[in-house]
């Protein structure tokens, strides 16, 4: 689940496989079309509706173009100068369903880190089952307080959000709660790449594998790690979610991409399958886990030194 900032590698999908990507691109581009056709039908050009709504014509330009997406203010102003305001309800509509397709981080970011936190919280309590592949981070269902600082202490310097990041760690470890009801069940597979890459300072991180030997004990979680020497069936080209068969969730630097179609989610439910399926469980997760630990303790000096 988002834990600040996703790395991709320009969404590396296999080839024929980019639907999810395509759908919100053509879903943005009809949602131009129509406000561009709605100006028409005014008989007004686009730097006549720019001055009338005293935008920069290149806003007009990029809103047609799918190039921007509009907000609610932009769709209202939109119809009630094209004197088409009973087509508004109907782009708000299109208008938020793009939205929760391709969640822009900014948007979504834009009254802090909390909230954001306790909407994450909503959808966990509907989730009965819980798998999630992740190749770069921690992720945030399993992160000690002092990672979750951290990643979200790099969301707060890329996207210049307001600084609730006490409030927001505290909302992410109350979430956590979640990983001992009974009723939940939980698959994590985690790259070793993962454990070691240098995204907090070792003491940090050294605490956060720790916790993560010590949750792989519970009964409802099953944790996997693909160590380095692992030859893989299916790469890992970017972490994602899978809530129930219900939806996918996966994270971009500039957005959250929320997939719900049937051919998404059965692409996504085999790659999650491919990649658990050359993990390490248990004792031989915590042989690599440990690994990394011994790795990584050398550097932390000593208490007293």
């Given at each position: 689940?988002?834990?600040?900032?996703?790395?991709?590698?320009?969404?590396?999908?296999?080839?024929?496989?980019?639907?999810?990507?395509?759908?919100?691109?053509?879903?943005?581009?009809?949602?131009?079309?129509r406000l561009r056709e709605l100006r028409q039908q005014a008989n007004l050009s686009g730097r006549q509706l720019a001055e009338s709504l005293s935008w920069p014509p290149s806003k007009v330009s990029k809103l047609e173009n799918g190039r921007q997406t509009?907000?609610?203010?932009?769709?209202?102003?939109?119809?009630?100068?094209a004197n088409s305001e009973g087509e508004t309800e109907a782009l708000l509509a299109s208008l938020h369903t793009l939205e929760v397709q391709h969640a822009e981080w900014q948007r979504?970011?834009?009254?802090?880190?909390?909230p954001h936190q306790q909407e994450i919280a909503e959808l966990d309590a509907k989730t009965r089952l819980f798998r999630a592949f992740e190749s770069t981070f921690i992720p945030g269902l399993l992160q000690t307080a002092e990672y979750a600082r951290a990643r979200f202490a790099q969301s707060i310097i890329v996207f210049k959000v307001r600084n609730d990041i006490n409030e927001a760690v505290q909302a992410r470890v109350q979430r956590q709660e979640i990983l001992y009801r009974p009723d939940k069940r939980f698959h994590f597979v985690l790259t070793e790449a993962a454990l070691r890459y240098r995204l907090c300072p070792p003491e940090i991180m050294l605490g956060q594998l720790d916790r993560l030997v010590s949750l792989s004990a519970l009964p409802n979680v099953k944790l996997g790690i693909i160590g380095f020497e692992t030859a893989y069936v299916v790469a890992p080209a970017h972490g994602f979610w899978l809530l129930d068969d219900d939806r996918v969730m996966v994270e971009t630097f500039s957005a959250e991409l929320n997939l719900a179609q049937p051919q998404e989610i059965s692409l996504y439910s085999g790659i999650f399958d491919s990649l658990a399926a050359v993990a390490s469980y248990g004792r031989s997760a915590r042989v690599i886990i440990t690994r990394v630990i011994d790795d990584l303790a050398p550097e932390v000096p000593e208490d007293g030194e």
């Open positions: 689940m988002p834990p600040g900032i996703a790395p991709c590698d320009e969404m590396t999908l296999p080839p024929n496989r980019t639907t999810s990507v395509t759908s919100v691109h053509e879903a943005r581009d009809a949602l131009g079309k509009p907000s609610d203010d932009d769709i209202r102003a939109w119809t009630r100068a979504q970011l834009k009254t802090g880190l909390k």
